[in-house]
Every structure is written in structure tokens, then in C-alpha cells.
């Protein structure tokens, strides 16, 4: 897998459970992405903005500024004037069908982390393209 | 009284005084007579006779005249009191009365005091009526409320039910209410299928429903949640059969957050240390799996198949409490079944194999597009499968076979070949929480899986049966319906909800093409 050529390399990973980052990046190195790490939603939100990324990796449940919040600001091009990058949410949050379908037509992808391995997110992240 | 009594005294006296009076003139008569005019023989006599008869006529027919001047008065008073009785009288002036003008005045008094007080009551009796009509007193309760007739057409709809609808009363009056309203409850037991039961078997019925969602049509849900209250009358002679009462509750029920409250707080809270756990052991797995002896390794993919039931399992619980709050919506697209069915497969072979479980998937060949939720699909699916493996024994083979069956359904069916299911248990096998006693202590779980998947299927317009005999395994089979026959189904219904009939409380799917 770490010979496999990618077109989308840079992975900003916006999570504030260390233990879940850390496994995300070591499977993602591994997989020859590079990854930042970002613990909470206005450092993301500004890290997302400077648009060097290809994936953001977002959870909802974050500090200072939402997932959701990120998202809005993301997609809003006053906001946010340029971003190349795939945005896939990563939650364990359940929420109900309707906002649940909002956030997935904001974003490109939506996985609940319990749900997938690492390994798992890595061949979804590999499919993006 | 006492008016009456000095009326009759004085009338005595003057009787008294009249006899008096005439006495006199005999005897005055009698003497001039005799005395003064010196008339003698019939002169004397007739002058004696004459003179007291006219004094004696003109004195009674006075006082015959002052004795019936009172009740002229009162037959006036009552004539100009009676109800319909054109009198051009006016009202009597007793003033003008001079025998027994205190009496009159009084008795007058009286009997105008008594019209007033009849009157006073006729229309405080035309006030109760307007209070009693229906209409008044039902736009007076604060709550919510509709009366159906015999058709289920609203006779009458309140204020409180228009303002609660945001819609005029006028515009749900003679409506069919369930045209008119978007009813959703949590279980089959549903107003519709309430008032199918009781019509025509009871008289008089009442009956009650919690957390019911009403909406307007194509709207959506509501997110108004309420308690319902109905109260059924077969004879009602004004033909209000049914009354129903609504109890806002959205304040304790209805959650207008992005959250399922308790039970979403819970299972983010356990997903959290599941990813870790099932990020760890695939870890694990990756760098010191192949140098481990077999059976540790047979501990890893035993822990690791423990992780993934027990994602599963909080995904269960979560999709069964959405059903309880009204909350799964499906969303049905046209998919290839064939795809849903091998994912499951692939996903469920950790947890077979490391029982020495085989699963084999016989999928026919050219099955049409299946209308369904992929989502819902994959845990019917994955229910009936994990229930196989926990059913079979060591070495089984489980097998799922799809095919278009002769009604032109995707039937799909999970075979094991495990210890079979009493024939006595197998009627209760969908409901909530039940589970075979015989087996419960070998294999766990909480039963919830059969009860979900049940709900699905039913609300994917299909069926769910089982077939099993003891010791010799079981067979789970359910349909859905190829995307052409529901959007046919749907357009037949005049687009509305497909399902709304036979499952009115999981609504609102939406039917999406790909």
C-alpha cells in the first residue's frame, strides 16, 4: 500500500480525541499521506482555510467551533473564497435524519468512526478521487 | 298580605256604612212622610218605597264601580305583562285609584317584579344553551381538539387544533382526518387501526396513545409531539362519533436539536472507546498477528469479531430507539441488491470464521434494481446473518440465498443449520426484546435484532417470515420490492406514502433514482 500513487496527499485531520488521531495517523502515514492534526474547530477552521490540503478529515463534536460550524464555514465562499480540498466527516454523533442528510450534502464523505478501522478509512480516503 | 286584609277591612266598613246609610233613609223617608208632608195611605207608601230603592240604586252602583276599579287594573298590568298580547292599554296608573290604591299599586308591583324575575330566567337559560353549544365550549379548552362522524370527516375542529396546525379551522373542517392530518405513532397500534377495531363492536370505546407526531401533509413530520386521547360513541344523536383530544408534550418528547437526547449521548459515548478498541486490534493484528501461535491468533480475530458485534449492537439500539421516537425515516433508492447482500457478507466473515462458520451466497442472476434504504437494508441483513452464526454450530454453513420469487419480490433467506426454534416460540420471535428461553443460555443478546429487522422490512412495503422445525435449523426470509413495482405502488396511491396503510407510522420515505 505504501507504493500506491496519490493524487490527493495532504490530510488535515481535525480531531480532539488524541488516541483517535493517532491511530488515524499512523494508518494514514503509513499509507503515504501526510497528515496534520488539528484538536479543535477554530484552529482547524483556519487551517482548512489556508486550502494545502486535499482531504479534511472532520469530527462534529469538537471544541470552540462545532463540525457543523466548520462545514457552513467551509462551503460559504465569503467565508471561505478557495478550497480544493475533499471534506469527509468523521463522527460517532447520531443525529437525526434530516440533519444527518444536511451535513452529508455539504461534505463528500460521512463515516461513523466505530464503524470503520483505520485501515478501513484509509481505502475509503483512496477511493475519493 | 296585610294590604289585603286592611282592603277587605275596609270594604266591610263602608259596606257597613251603605246598610247604615240606607237604614237611615227607610227611617228619614219614613218620618218626613209622616211628619212633614202629612201623606197618608198609598201616597205615604209608595213615597216610603220609591225614595230608598233609588238611593239604594245609585249608592251600590258607586261603590260596585270603586270595588271593580282594581282588578281592571291588574287584568291591565297583565295584559301589558303577557307575551304576545297586542295591548294598547299601556301600563296601568293606580294612582288614579282611591279604594284600596295601596293594595293595587303593590299586586302590580308584584306582578311586574315577577315577569322581570321570569324574564331574568329565560335569558339566563338562552346564555347556558350558547354556553353548551359545542362550538363555544370547544373553542373555550385550551387544548387541542377534532370531532369526527361516522365517515372520520372533522365535524368540528377548535381554535387551539388550528393555531397548534398553523391552519384555519375552516380549511380542516369536513375532512377526512386522516387526508387532512399527518399522523405518525410509534407502534401499529394506531388511531386507524383503533377505530377499525372498535367500530361496530362497541358502543362507547376509549382509548389513549402517547408521543403521536402530527403534521400536515407534505410537510414533513411535525415536530409537535403529542398525547392522544380519543373517546368513540356510536349512537351519538348528534353524529359526532368521535371526539379526539391532543396534549402537547413536544416540550418533554420533542427534541428540536440535532440530538436523539439519552440515547444518542450514550452511543457516542460508547462508540469513542470502540473505534480505539477496534483501531488497536487491527494494530495488533497488522504488526504481531502473523508472528503469533495460532491460538493467540484465534484470540485476536476473536477479539476483534467481539468489537465489531458489539458496534453492531450499539447501532441496534440506536436504530430501535429512533423507531420508538418516531425517527427512522428511509430513504428509498433504487439499488442492486446483489451489492448490499455480498457487502454484508464480506463484513460478517470475521465473526463466521472464527467459529468455523461458512457462508455461502447463492444470488440469482439478473435481479432487477431493489427499492430500498441501503443503509436499513444492511441491518436486516446483518441481523438475520449475526443470528445465524449465533444459532449454528462449529463448522455450519450458513446459507442466503436471494431470488425473484413468483409474486416478482426480492426474496432473500438466511438458512442455518442450527438447534431450530419451538414451534410454540416462533409466533413471538419479532417482537421487542424476545428471545428463545432454550437457548438464552448459551447465546447472548438482547433480541432486539429480529425486532428491528422486522420494522424495516414492514416499512420497505415487505414481509418477514420464518420457517424452523426443532433440530433441524432455521430459515429467516424477507421481500422487497423491485424500485419499479414501489414507484408503481406509489404512483397508484396518488403519489402519497406507499406504506401509509399497513404501516402508517414509519412514513415520509422518499424515493430517490440514482
Known amino acids: 500500500m505504501d507504493n500506491v500513487p496519490l493524487t490527493l496527499k495532504k490530510v488535515l485531520c481535525i480531531e480532539d480525541e488524541h488516541f483517535i488521531s493517532e491511530l488515524y495517523v499512523r494508518a494514514l502515514t503509513k499509507a503515504g499521506y501526510d497528515v496534520d492534526v488539528e484538536l479543535d474547530g477554530v484552529k482547524g477552521l483556519e487551517a482548512a482555510q489556508s486550502d494545502k490540503y486535499d482531504i479534511i478529515l472532520l469530527d462534529l463534536m469538537i471544541p470552540s467551533l462545532t463540525g457543523t460550524e466548520v462545514l457552513r464555514a467551509l462551503r460559504d465562499s465569503g467565508k471561505t473564497p478557495k478550497l480544493h480540498a475533499r471534506i469527509v466527516i468523521t463522527t460517532n454523533l447520531e443525529q437525526r435524519e434530516e440533519v444527518r442528510q444536511d451535513i452529508e450534502r455539504q461534505a463528500d464523505g460521512y463515516i461513523v468512526k466505530a464503524e470503520v478501522t483505520p485501515r478501513e478509512l484509509v481505502e475509503f480516503l483512496s477511493k475519493l478521487n | ?514
Open chain 2, 1 to 514: 298580605m296585610g294590604y289585603f286584609q286592611s282592603f277587605i277591612r275596609q270594604f266591610r266598613a263602608r259596606l257597613f256604612l251603605v246598610i247604615f246609610i240606607n237604614n237611615a233613609l227607610i227611617l228619614t223617608d219614613w218620618y218626613v212622610v209622616d211628619r212633614v208632608v202629612k201623606l197618608t195611605g198609598w201616597w205615604a207608601l209608595i213615597a216610603i218605597t220609591v225614595v230608598p230603592l233609588i238611593t239604594l240604586g245609585v249608592i251600590p252602583w258607586l261603590s260596585v264601580k270603586s270595588l271593580t276599579q282594581p282588578t281592571k287594573f291588574i287584568w291591565q298590568a297583565i295584559m301589558h305583562l303577557a307575551p304576545g298580547t297586542a295591548s294598547d292599554m299601556g301600563a296601568p296608573k293606580p294612582e288614579q285609584l282611591h279604594l284600596g290604591r295601596e293594595f293595587v299599586t303593590n299586586l302590580i308591583n308584584q306582578l311586574y317584579q315577577l315577569a322581570s324575575v321570569v324574564q331574568g330566567v329565560e335569558q339566563s337559560n338562552a346564555k347556558r344553551t350558547e354556553a353548551l353549544n359545542p362550538e363555544y365550549a370547544a373553542n373555550s379548552l385550551p387544548v387541542p381538539l377534532l370531532v369526527l362522524n361516522k365517515e372520520e370527516k372533522i365535524m368540528l375542529a377548535n381554535d387551539a387544533a388550528g393555531k397548534y396546525l398553523s391552519k384555519p379551522v375552516t380549511e380542516l373542517m369536513g375532512q377526512n382526518v386522516f387526508t387532512a392530518l399527518d399522523l405518525s405513532f410509534t407502534s401499529t397500534d394506531t388511531l386507524d387501526e383503533w377505530l377499525k377495531a372498535t367500530k361496530g363492536k362497541a358502543v362507547t370505546a376509549d382509548h389513549s396513545w402517547e408521543r403521536v407526531r402530527i403534521g400536515l401533509p407534505g410537510q414533513g413530520k411535525g415536530n409537535l409531539q403529542f398525547d392522544l386521547a380519543a373517546h368513540y360513541n356510536q349512537d351519538n344523536p348528534i353524529g359526532y362519533e368521535t371526539i379526539l383530544v391532543l396534549f402537547d408534550h413536544s416540550g418533554t418528547y420533542g427534541r428540536t436539536d440535532d440530538d436523539l437526547s439519552f440515547i444518542a449521548l450514550s452511543v457516542h459515548e460508547l462508540r469513542t472507546p470502540l473505534t480505539l478498541l477496534r483501531g488497536y486490534i487491527e494494530v495488533f493484528d497488522e504488526e504481531i498477528g502473523p508472528n503469533l501461535d495460532p491460538e493467540l491468533q484465534k484470540f485476536m480475530k476473536q477479539m476483534d469479531a467481539s468489537a465489531e458485534s458489539l458496534t453492531a449492537f450499539v447501532d441496534n439500539i440506536l436504530n430501535v430507539a429512533k423507531i420508538e421516537d418516531n425517527q427512522l425515516t428511509l430513504q428509498l433508492h433504487q439499488e442492486n441488491w446483489a451489492d448490499i447482500v455480498n457487502t454484508v457478507v464480506g463484513d460478517m466473515q470475521l465473526r463466521a470464521s472464527i467459529r468455523g462458520i461458512t457462508i455461502k451466497a447463492e444470488v440469482a442472476q439478473d435481479l432487477p434494481p431493489a427499492g430500498t434504504d441501503r443503509y436499513s437494508a444492511y441491518e436486516v441483513l446483518a441481523n438475520l446473518l449475526d443470528n445465524a452464526i449465533k444459532y449454528s454450530k462449529d463448522g455450519n454453513t450458513v446459507t442466503i440465498q436471494v431470488s425473484l420469487n413468483k409474486d416478482g419480490l426480492i426474496e432473500t433467506s438466511v438458512r442455518d443449520q442450527g438447534a431450530g426454534i419451538d414451534s410454540a416460540i416462533l409466533p413471538h420471535l419479532f417482537e421487542k426484546f424476545y428471545r428463545s428461553h432454550q437457548t438464552r443460555a448459551q447465546v447472548g443478546g438482547t433480541g432486539l435484532g429480529l425486532y428491528l429487522a422486522k420494522e424495516i422490512v414492514d416499512a420497505h412495503g415487505g414481509n418477514i417470515w420464518v420457517q424452523s422445525k426443532l433440530g433441524e435449523g432455521s430459515t429467516f426470509s424477507f421481500t422487497v420490492l423491485p424500485y419499479d413495482k414501489l414507484e408503481e405502488a406509489r404512483k397508484a396511491s396518488g403519489g402519497q406514502d406507499i406504506t401509509r396503510s399497513t404501516h402508517g407510522w414509519i412514513k415520509n420515505h422518499s424515493m430517490y433514482r440514482d
